[in-house]
């Protein structure tokens, strides 16, 4: 009499080895804790910059919620247009697509303009939406004049700029009254700790839900420490106050501030969606490499670029801020090496039903920065090193080597020097307060200017060539 029966480190290895491939065969269910841990990863950060931003238009609660709830919805729809391209529009990578910090700065100068207002952010939101899709759409004539330097060079940027984001988490994120107090940084090295023994101890493909483990120790001991009395207040239960079981998305044209088309505005966030562009192109030359370990094809940079310009477009009709490839996804591809579009898609599935459902989004926004940063700090070491492993592909010759230094050194250098720039008209200073931009620019234009490698030899290197 034959036995039937499965054995369970055979489909261990399976599942491990469907996690690793794009188009994997792995059930729904069985991505579902994978997608929450992607989730998690981005969800704060998420939402962070509407939160500046309504702040400086002075909008009401209502409205805030309204455009919280936007987020979340294309959020989710730029996270599946990624991963499942209409057209030529989507990567067909895992990517994760969120809120974009690079805006923030234009954002609320345009809304706290009286003459202008929120109605002309998402008027420029809509338009530079329509300019970086364009931008993904040609991408074949303009990416051949940047060479591989110039994309190691924004990877490493993006991995460094992302340090002090991390390390402001760490220590319970930047302003919080409680900064850098003991319990913060209590929570989030044993937050750390615990992803780092979780990807040592556990077994098969448990290793790869290290980072999930993580935010659910962290957030225990977070609850501890605020039902305790050691931290009150460290969870924010004031989240959970008002909410409705069900929030149904409103487009920007009935919303009370509606939209405008003010040719200042858009200007300075075509700029910015250019900056933008450049740094889809990293975060997809970094996702590929730590994630297949190859560059990306022309398709994919192109399709990402794309899709990151037609989401921003619809993220503007729902009244929200543009988007972008998310820089912490890829982090957590770097740690985890879970790259299965099917278990991306479960994340992106759970943003949209965070949209309708604002319970949902208020228990994933209660978590504690001290417990994002205690994972987020290996994440974005992890981007720095993807960005070193180019740099290190691309060669280290002395003219390389003349671009990497200027470019780091200025663009992150600058950018920690408050007022380096505050003569300079507010249009550049917008563009030019993200490290990104100017590394970018420096190392474009030196791959341009500089001579061939022969012009940077000693008499001596010639000599022994």
Not at 85 to 109: D, E, H, K, N, Q
Not at 110 to 127: E, F, K, R, S
Request: with cysteine.
């Amino acid at each position: 009499m034959s036995q039937t029966s499965t054995d369970p480190i055979k489909e261990d290895t399976a599942t491990g080895a469907a996690l690793r491939q794009l188009d994997g065969k792995i059930s729904i269910w069985a991505g579902i804790p994978f997608g929450i841990q992607h989730v998690l990863a981005m969800f704060v950060a998420n939402l962070t910059p509407i939160a500046i931003v309504v702040a400086a238009a002075k909008m009401p609660a209502e409205q805030s919620a309204w455009i919280i709830s936007s987020a979340l919805l294309v959020a989710g729809l730029g996270t599946c247009l990624q991963l499942y391209p209409l057209w030529r529009i989507g990567g067909r990578l895992p990517i994760v697509t969120g809120v974009s910090f690079t805006y923030v700065a234009a954002a609320c100068l345009i809304a706290a303009d009286p003459q202008l207002g929120y109605g002309a952010v998402i008027g420029a939101v809509i338009v530079g939406g329509f300019i970086e899709l364009i931008l993904g759409l040609t991408a074949h004539y303009w990416k051949p004049f940047i060479n591989p330097i110039v994309s190691a060079v924004v990877v490493t940027t993006i991995g460094f700029s992302l340090l002090s984001a991390g390390a402001a988490s760490f220590g319970g994120g930047s302003g919080s009254p409680d900064f850098g107090s003991w319990q913060n940084l209590t929570v989030a090295t044993i937050t750390l700790v615990a992803c780092l023994a979780f990807q040592v101890l556990a077994q098969g493909i448990f290793k790869q839900l290290s980072v999930l483990f993580g935010l659910i120790v962290g957030y225990v001991i977070a609850l501890i420490f605020t039902f305790s009395g050691i931290a009150p207040g460290m969870v924010d239960f004031t989240k959970f106050s008002g909410l409705s079981i069900v929030s149904l998305p409103h487009i920007a044209p009935l919303m009370p501030f509606g939209i405008k088309f003010d040719l200042n505005a858009i200007v300075s966030f075509a700029l910015l969606y250019i900056v933008s562009s450049v740094e889809v192109l990293g975060n997809t030359s970094s996702l590929t490499q730590v994630g297949f370990n190859r560059e990306p094809s022309e398709r994919e940079t192109a399709g990402a670029i794309a899709g990151d310009g037609l989401i921003s477009s619809v993220s503007g009709f729902f009244g929200a801020l543009p988007l972008t490839s998310f820089a912490q996804n890829v982090g957590l591809v770097a740690m985890t090496k879970v790259v299965n579009r099917k278990v991306i898609l479960t994340g992106g599935i759970i943003l949209i039903l965070a949209s309708f459902f604002p319970g949902l989004a208020a228990v994933f926004n209660s978590l504690p920065q001290a417990v994002l940063g205690g994972c987020t700090i290996m994440m974005f070491g992890s981007i720095v090193l993807a960005g070193i492993q180019m740099i290190a592909k691309a060669g280290f010759s002395q003219r390389n080597i003349t671009i990497v230094t200027l470019a780091l050194t200025i663009g992150i250098g600058f950018t920690q020097t408050d007022g380096i720039f505050q003569y300079f008209p507010a249009l550049f200073q917008s563009v030019f307060s993200n490290a990104i931009a100017i590394a970018f620019v420096v190392a474009l234009v030196l791959s341009w200017v500089l001579p061939d490698e022969k012009h940077f030899l000693t008499d001596s290197d010639s000599s022994a060539q």
